[in-house]
């Protein structure tokens, strides 16, 4: 067996066991889930509409945010990247996850998630989910990789938000997975710690939230994927997807 299946095998099988055992993790239905503080729907000004794209173009809203970023210079992160990372996957995805921000082989590549980290979210959504990867969309807080992979300082994550806010209004999925403390705190508004905040579900302008473990930490603790396990669950659920492992 490979690293990566057996890294799967792994989560799947937690999750069977707690299944198992007895009806344990996220509360269900959502409407009975605590909802964390954040929104912030009225606080948080709308994201405007990437100029010249109908809503109902992701494509074109997408390709617009993205010329506008150009050779972006709006903070200090674009003096040590190779690349922008702007984000991939399918323009009309349902589900879209949001990480920190790159790391070294991100920019060397100009993509998302495509480092170790990356192909632990690839085995989640792909032998976990039994989802497709190039279903999703994948995207970052920050676009640019901060120097020696430290936390993007609050003026970074500030100057790069619109883009991010203006990705989601154009893709507009049903759920939306936080990844770490950067990606679920800034989709909920909150400065809760992402060990308070996953396990629930939040919003974000009117779409589902999911904050769990990013993938570098699961690396690091592997105990912590029977959590991402029982909120990749959730997510189905709000989906209507069926669950891998579980019947009826
Ligand atoms: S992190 Fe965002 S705002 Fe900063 S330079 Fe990169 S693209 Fe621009």
Redesign the pocket.
Known sequence: MTDREDVLADLLAHGRHLASVAPVGVPWPPSAVPVTERTAAAATPQPARAEGAAPSDPEAGLAAIRED?GD???????GG?KR?VFGQGNPRAELMFVGE?PGAEEDEQGLAFVGRAGQLLTDIIEKGMKMKRSDVWIGNV???RPPQNRN?EPD?VL??QP?LERQIEAIRPRVIVGLGKFGGQWLLKTAEPISRIRGRVGEYHGIQVVPTWHPAYLLRNPAAKKDVWEDMKTVLRLLGRPIPGETG
């Open positions: 970023l972006c210079q709006r903070c200090r992160l674009a990247r922008i921000g920050v676009k640019c993007p970074e100057a790069c883009f």
